[in-house]
């Protein structure tokens, strides 16, 4: 079971959201399902902000990590 943080972002007609143990999920609602992922390295803290083909994300160190969006796989 995946434990979700912060609130999630859009990219396209996709969203992206942090998880606790440090991964990036690309979730598509229409399929319902993850179609890309990105680890992190640590727990994310706070919702995602996209800025074109990177993703910043707030760690629960206090850390602001920039890694590429996930691309979706599917």
């Known amino acids: 079971r995946v434990q979700l943080r912060g ?27 993850v179609v890309g992922k990105t680890t992190i390295g640590e727990p994310v803290y706070l919702a995602p902000m996209v800025e074109g083909n990177a993703a910043l994300v707030a760690g629960d160190e206090g850390t602001i990590i920039a890694v590429p969006v996930p691309p979706a796989t599917e």
């Open 7 to 33: 609130k999630p972002s859009m990219l396209e007609s996709d969203l992206l959201i942090g998880t606790a143990t440090g991964d990036l999920l690309r979730i598509s609602p229409s399929a319902g399902k």
